[in-house]
């Protein structure tokens, strides 16, 4: 009934699945039992908000108690307080999950920004909510070719500041120390030979507006001193200048190093890493995210040739994603342009468009049990896991990624699975009959 009050349309599992999530209401600790649940229920709504009701009976049990029920899956957590403002409180989540959402799905996202897995929403709904609604500091990082600038350039884009004033990148592994004040703040003219003109520096462009140091990481230690004062106190002077000026914009920065190990071994300023990581958004390699190769693919192809898509043969379509890409999403996208160069007609793109030097040197095994999967298995065995709980463990997996990936409709889901309805549907009955201990 607070629900209602409140605006959310509420409605048991059973009735069909939610576009933004599920409410749970949890009223004993977190055991496996409610672990089980929490992950199924996750697997087909996506995201679930966990109330706790009962926080009284958990007091002295487990001091961990609230991070269990995120480990186990839950999006957010809200402690009861009374039907009614609790109920506000869930209002205002959901209200915030469905506005992320629609920016997600907006074309300023989806047309530059391409991918359907787990991983990459969650990161996106992550971007999006903190480009949006706040004015917070990031630092992005992630290996070279995972798409940083792009998700940079998507921050300025979303930020709410009325009449901002433009991006302005700058790649610090081009920044060169004689040069460095020059780069970042400006210069007088006169003030060092070859200075025939004043000239604005990247503080100064970017104000009203967003400023983006690319590849942070690659910045000296005494050009990291310089970029601190600036970007603590908003102000500096010109080379050769003597008057303080003023600057006010929304830094984002970029790095494919692991800032919190430079900064332990000395190599990077502490005080300026906890400038640039207000908040820290780490962005997957393609390895994570196979799921969004062919999407991937299928946009770049569309790219290449607008409005007369590319077909790719199935041995094509199966090469690219077995395919390594160490390069990741760059690497992928030089590859389709490649195979692109080398197709002639409107025919399906076959292996033989593949270019020499790409092929495999030897043909793929088929095997997919390796990676992640096998440390998987190692772990349950080293654990006392038996045979019987991996089988039946890895079984309801795949049913959980099939049924989640096609958007909880069962018919695909089974197609995908090479099982038929009526067997999906029994054995999600008894998955559910498991969990209820019925």
């Known amino acids: 009934m607070a629900l209602n009050s409140a605006g ?30 929490l992950h199924r229920t ?41 039907p009614w403002t609790t109920a506000q409180a869930v209002a205002q989540r959901l209200e915030r999950w469905r506005e992320t959402d629609r920016l997600v799905e907006s074309p300023a996202v989806q047309n530059n920004l391409v991918g359907r897995s787990r991983t990459w929403i969650t990161l996106l ?35 709410p500041r009325p009449n901002k004033s ?61 970029l601190l004062r600036a970007v603590q106190e908003k102000a500096y002077k010109r080379v050769g200048g003597n008057a303080w000026q003023t600057t006010e914009f929304r830094l984002v ?8 190990s430079e900064v332990e071994q000395g190599r990077f300023r502490r005080d300026l890493y906890y400038r640039l990581a207000t908040w820290v958004c780490h962005v997957p390699p393609l390895r994570d995210r196979p799921e969004d190769i062919l999407p991937l693919v299928e946009h770049f192809l569309s790219m290449s040739r607008p409005g007369r898509p590319y077909v790719l ?7 690219l994603v077995r395919r390594d890409y160490p390069g990741n999403v760059r690497d992928l996208r030089q590859l389709v342009g490649r195979i692109c160069a080398r197709h002639i007609g409107d025919g399906p793109i076959s292996v033989g468009s593949i270019p020499s030097n790409d092929r495999p040197s030897v043909p793929f095994d088929g095997d997919w049990r390796t990676g992640s999967f096998e440390q998987g298995v ?31 409709n069962l ?28």
């Open 313 to 319: 043969d199935e041995a094509v379509r199966d090469y």
């Open 166 to 226: 433009e991006l302005i990148v700058l790649d610090c592994t081009t920044v060169v120390p004689e040069l460095a004040g020059s780069e970042f703040f400006g210069h007088e003219r006169g003030s060092y030979t070859g200075a025939v003109g004043p000239r604005e520096g990247a503080f100064a462009l970017a104000d009203g507006g967003t400023l983006f140091l690319d590849e942070i990481g690659d910045l000296a230690l005494p050009l990291q001193a310089q």
């Open 125 to 159: 709904r992550e971007i999006v909510e903190v480009s949006r609604f706040t004015s917070a500091s990031i630092l992005i990082t992630g290996e070279s070719g995972t798409g940083k600038e792009l998700l940079a350039r998507l921050v300025h884009t979303l930020d």
């Open 378 to 408: 190692r772990r349950a065995l080293a654990t006392g896991v038996g045979l019987r709980d991996i089988g039946r463990g890895a079984e309801e997996m795949a049913v959980d990624i099939a049924v989640g990936e096609e958007g909880g």
């Open 8 to 37: 959310v349309d509420v409605h048991p599992p059973e009735a069909g699945r939610s576009e933004l999530g599920g409410i749970l209401l949890v009223s004993r600790p977190v055991d496996e039992q409610l672990n089980e649940l």
């Open 42 to 82: 996750r697997g087909g709504l996506d995201r679930v908000l966990v109330i706790v009701t009962d926080t009284d009976t958990h007091e002295g049990v487990d001091r961990d108690y609230w991070w269990h029920i995120l480990a186990a899956g839950a999006c957010d957590v809200i402690v009861w307080d009374g």
């Open 411 to 438: 018919q695909r889901a089974a197609r995908r699975l090479g099982v038929t309805d009526r067997a999906l549907q029994m054995r999600r009955v008894e998955q559910k009959r498991q969990v209820s201990g019925s």
């Open 253 to 260: 920065s970029a790095t494919n190093r692991q800032l919190s």
